[in-house]
């Protein structure tokens, strides 16, 4: 897990180091972009209400006629509440899954004025994952607290298609993480590391 760590910390390094290398470019280039995105877990819903938000920020390092190309950070949270869980009616708490990634963008702009677009937005980095709560079977006596909690390394993509109006824009997206599904037999949708996501966004560029 260390390496990861590492491995992390040097990829939110670059923006920093970058954009050091480029002061003297023009102060009026818009160059940077804020997105917050509400998420939704379409294949994770048996385990109860299932939401979230992904927040970006974003330094463009290229951009051409119908191409941009960025990178920055992502912070993920998502939030279950287990109480709505379908596989058993004793159980009050939640799960919580908070990650930190590495972004890089590479967005499409098929007309001349760069309105819609398409982006492709792979990532790394870590998430941590945390459930919390009581399990209650009355009839057996049963009262027992859990606390669990999991840290990976995660990876994987998120497609967008969005519009620009002036310095904001708007999106809806897909966010896929492939670590449970490229992992050894962890090929299960559902499972908590192999996150499909669903939502809408909005993004400002400064």
């Known amino acids: 897990m260390k390496n990861y760590v590492v491995v992390l910390l040097f990829f939110l390094s670059l923006p920093v180091l970058v954009q050091g290398q480029k002061g003297n470019k023009e ?4 160059r940077w972009k804020l997105e917050l995105l509400y998420t939704q877990d379409i294949l994770n819903t048996s385990y109860g209400k299932n939401y979230g938000y992904i927040f970006k920020g974003k330094l463009m390092c290229l ?14 949270n998502s939030y279950i509440a287990e109480t709505d869980n379908l596989f058993t009616d004793y159980v009050e708490g939640y799960t919580r899954d908070i990650g930190l990634y590495s972004i890089f963008d590479v967005t ?19 998430t941590h994952l945390k ?11 049963v009262y027992e607290k859990y606390k669990n909690e999991y840290v990976y390394f995660n990876y994987g993509f998120s497609q967008s298609l969005g519009y620009n109006i002036n310095n904001f824009s708007v999106s809806a997206f897909a966010w896929v993480s492939l670590k449970g599904f490229l992992d050894k037999g962890r090929n299960r949708p559902a499972d908590f590391d192999s996150r499909f996501f669903l939502g809408l966004g909005l993004g400002y560029t400064l």
Do not use: C, M, W
């Open 108 to 126: 499409y702009y098929p007309f001349n004025k760069k309105k819609f677009y398409l982006s492709l937005e792979p990532f790394i980095g870590a």
């Open 27 to 30: 102060s009026g280039q818009k």
């Open 63 to 76: 951009d051409s006629k119908h191409f941009t190309l960025s990178y920055g950070v992502a912070h993920q």
């Open 131 to 141: 459930s919390k709560g009581t399990l209650r079977i009355p009839q057996y006596s």
